[in-house]
T-cell receptor
Framework: EAQVTQNPRYLITVTGKKLTVTCSQNMNHEYMSWYRQDPGLGLRQIYYSMNVEVTDKGDVPEGYKVSRKEKRNFPLILESPSPNQTSLYFC??????????????FGPGTRLTVT | GENVEQHPSTLSVQEGDSAVIKCTYSDSASNYFPWYKQELGKGPQLIIDIRSNVGEKKDQRIAVTLNKTAKHFSLHITETQPEDSAVYFCAASKGRAAGNKLTFGGGTRVLVKP
């Protein structure tokens, strides 16, 4: 089944404790992104990647890091989480080329709470 | 940067009636406008999209219209059913040149009453 998977789905942590949220897609997509969702603000892009070893900042990159060492994986790293990073996080991927290259497919989400 | 506004924030309709959600965008370079449906506990799911070279697109009970001049686009759901209850998001994108980045509206919570 074509899908985007994220782990963990739920995470409660404390301020300053480094964490990684994994994202993997099995559709051979070129583009991958991370978004955070907050009430009333919709989803906002954190980082994106257009290919292996190519990443760039989105609208709200502060406090986050990403890496793209393999095409299928795009982990989100919080080196020193703070309470304002409590949010619902989504990974997404898209083909990037062709007539359907724009369509983005989202993972199930990771709910992060930082105390 | 791009700014997308979505109205209304909540919408309650009777089963069988139509629902309309409207969005405006600010960047005339945006050329792709998808709509997503998000059910409780799930990620957004693409339900329909439209490119800037098309004024209207329809898929069964769902239709989207785009007015490039006015920079607004709308989602129309006809003959609503209880399973249409969800949060709907509009978005705008400048496509591959911007990494397919989506700028989302704030969402509309739709409740279809049986």
């Amino acid at each position: 089944e074509a899908q985007v998977t994220q782990n963990p789905r739920y995470l409660i942590t404390v301020t300053g404790k480094k964490l990684t949220v994994t994202c993997s897609q099995n559709m051979n997509h070129e583009y991958m992104s991370w978004y955070r969702q907050d009430p009333g603000l919709g989803l906002r892009q954190i980082y994106y990647s257009m290919n292996v070893e190519v990443t760039d900042k989105g609208d709200v990159p502060e406090g986050y890091k990403v890496s793209r060492k393999e095409k299928r994986n795009f982990p989100l790293i919080l080196e020193s989480p703070s309470p304002n990073q409590t949010s619902l996080y989504f990974c997404a991927s898209s083909l990037g080329t062709g007539s359907s290259g724009y369509e983005q497919y989202f993972g199930p989400g990771t709910r992060l709470t930082v105390t | 940067g791009e700014n997308v506004e979505q109205h209304p924030s909540t919408l309650s309709v009777q089963e069988g009636d139509s629902a309309v959600i409207k969005c405006t965008y600010s960047d005339s370079a945006s050329n792709y406008f998808p709509w997503y449906k998000q059910e409780l506990g799930k990620g957004p799911q693409l339900i329909i999209d439209i490119r800037s070279n098309v004024g209207e697109k329809k898929d069964q009970r769902i239709a989207v219209t785009l007015n490039k001049t006015a920079k607004h686009f709308s989602l129309h759901i006809t003959e609503t059913q209880p399973e249409d209850s969800a949060v709907y998001f509009c978005a705008a994108s400048k496509g591959r040149a911007a990494g397919n980045k989506l700028t989302f509206g704030g969402g509309t919570r739709v409740l279809v009453k049986p």
